[in-house]
């Protein structure tokens, strides 16, 4: 490979500088029309769930045994949130046009890292579509585990909300990644063009190229005549 001389690639940019401010103004600019006028809107509703003692009691306070098996119910349960024993019922109860796949990609589900909470998230296009599948997945899923195990178990903690703002669009963001990516792109295409030019610019390029010592050089005489007096 040929030996990169950074004097000349820096003063190649330098000369560039004009593309290189008007490729990333382009990516910019493709990026905030696609969100704008392409990408679609969409809201998440989050509902949570917390696991609590087994005992129907309320005076009766949580054992560490409570804990225990709470703790080895929280990576079940969020399968079986999922699950489609719980989406065809959410699907009958709220009468909705998906099917369980469908249903399940919409839904996210996680655990608060060191507590028995479980984070239901759902996120649609349509934002009190989103809420009512949260909150009635949640519903849901409390009867189904109740039934499944025989443990009453699960409390809804919060209720989901209906979303005002968009999840998926955050024009600061975007803007800042966009910015970003044209900085990339300009970059590897002058480098490229720059990379793969061979063409004789300067004597200095002959000598480095070919090694060879020039003795003297003929003066381009048409551009004089061109900036001159006729």
């Known amino acids: 490979m040929e030996e990169l001389d950074i004097r000349d690639l820096l003063a190649y940019f330098g000369n560039k500088i004009v593309s290189f401010m008007a490729m990333v103004a382009l990516v910019v600019t493709c990026g905030c029309l696609y969100s704008v006028f392409v990408q679609k ?12 003692g087994f005992s129907n009691n309320s005076e009766s306070s949580i054992t560490q045994s409570d804990l225990t098996i709470n703790s080895k119910l929280v990576s079940t349960y969020q399968e079986i949130v999922k699950s489609r024993r719980v989406l065809n019922q959410v699907i009958a109860n709220l009468h909705l046009s998906y099917d369980t796949k469908m249903l399940a990609k919409m839904i996210s589900v996680g655990a608060v890292k060191e507590t028995e909470i ?8 349509d934002a009190k579509e989103a809420y009512l599948i949260a909150n009635e997945v949640a519903e849901v899923f409390g009867e189904e585990a109740k039934d499944l195990y025989n443990l009453s178990n699960v409390s809804i903690l919060d209720y989901a909300e209906i979303e005002a703002v968009p999840s998926n669009l955050n024009v600061t963001k975007q803007v800042i990644i966009y910015l970003v990516a044209g900085f990339v792109l300009a970059f590897v295409i ?17 000598e480095r190229k070919y ?3 020039i003795l003297g050089s003929v003066p381009d005489y048409s551009k004089k005549k061109k900036g001159g007096k006729h």
């Open 41 to 52: 809107p969409e809201f998440t509703s989050k509902t949570s769930i917390i696991l609590t």
């Open 118 to 125: 479980i984070e239901i998230a759902v996120t649609n296009e």
């Open 190 to 206: 002058l480098f490229v063009i720059y990379y793969f030019d061979t063409t004789i610019k300067s004597v200095s390029d002959v």
């Open 211 to 213: 090694e060879l010592t």
